[in-house]
């Protein structure tokens, strides 16, 4: 019989991370047939988000300065705001998937308009309804994955939900940088039409999930419940000052990229790598985490978050720009998938669209100060405004580790 040699429990958790595939996979396949098309029109949609990670580079190129590209992004998170509070109610007040139908035929619409305007109040104006409608359909996917799965699998479901996202954003923006060589304007067209596309597919297969009764649907109902429950208070303060940092990945660091002598194409396989990173490791971490206290690990998510921007200050090549993604990435694949859940979690079922449609406002008002911000804070002082900046991922941490989520029964 060979002996027993004992292993260092480092060791032991890298295995269980690089072999839970297997048991990845076997809670992948408990997952509803709704989550699969969720996932799949999400990826449809998000592979075509090509306009928002090169609206600020498609704006100087046509002239417009940093500050006005900055107000441009800002404008699209005013209309993420707004969508976040609609999105939410419709979520409840007529179901999940009519909101999700509504909100993909608006996008196409308002992002084909978005492609022909050309005076600053008028692209303010466009950008602002695109994120209205682009954003829409995002409380009601959450809270249709959370109406078909139980709180002990919704780990795996939003890590899968995540992947859908990410794979699109992988192949998106890569794609998206192939064609900003020819013409700008066909970003613009391609975002419309995977939209119109995720459309047709909430029609044929779309569940409905759950729909809350007509008295029970106020907003007011909501706010109240979720503004007297201070942890999920800590929730969204947490998830604000995350985003604050998520969101310069789409604007500030672009900027940065092309700063540093490198192409707007560089800068597309950077974002991609992301994405591919999160679709490969993600699930099998997930295994791993959820079995976590959630106060523990999604900290540790969020400082990875901010050391990998402040690496940022110190990138000015390829490989170091590469490696400040990679830090990120693996603080985003620790933290956001627990977080989602949680947050889900904390959620009673009459009210999950509204509380949820919360969760999405904090991203919202992140996306509308941060870039805006960001900007400014660039071209004052590069160095100083990545090193700032990154302590909102610190502060995150402290605020969501000191919450009381618990593990779900």
Known sequence: MSPNIPIPSRLTRLIDVIFGYKRALAAVRELPRG?????????????????????????????????????????????????????????????????????????????????????????????????????????????????????????????????????????????????????????????????????????????????????????????KGALSNFEFLKVLASSFLIGLMFFQMSSTFGVHVINQGLSAEVYGRLISFNGLLIVLFELPVSTWTQKLKPQRIIPVGYSLVGIGFGIAAFAHDVWSLLFSVIVFTIGEMLSIPIASAYAANMCPANARGRYLGLVSMTWSLALVVGPSVGLRGLAWNPGAFWLLFSTCGFLAAWVISTSKIKQPA
């Open 35 to 223: 989550v699969w098309i969720i996932c799949a029109g999400t990826f449809l949609n998000k592979f075509g988000s090509f306009v928002v990670p090169f609206l600020t580079l498609y704006l100087t190129t046509k002239g417009f300065s940093l500050v006005n590209a900055g107000l441009a992004v800002g404008c699209y998170g005013i209309g993420n705001l707004f969508a976040s509070i609609l999105g939410g109610f419709l979520a409840d007040r007529i179901g999940r998937r009519k909101t999700i139908i509504i909100s993909m035929i608006a996008a196409g619409i308002t992002m084909t308009l978005l492609g022909t305007a050309h005076q600053l109040w008028a692209i303010f104006a466009l950008t602002a309804l695109t994120g209205l409608a682009s954003e829409l359909y995002r409380p009601a996917s959450s809270a249709l994955i959370a109406d078909l799965v139980p709180p002990e699998n919704r780990v795996t479901a939003f890590c899968v939900y995540r992947i859908a996202l990410n794979a699109g954003w992988a192949f998106g923006p890569a794609t998206a940088g192939f064609l900003v060589k020819y013409s700008f304007s066909w970003l613009f067209v391609g975002d419309a039409m995977t939209s119109l596309l995720y459309a047709i597919v909430a029609v044929a297969w779309l569940p409905e999930g759950l729909r809350t009764a007509r008295q029970e649907a106020h907003w007011a109902t909501a706010l």
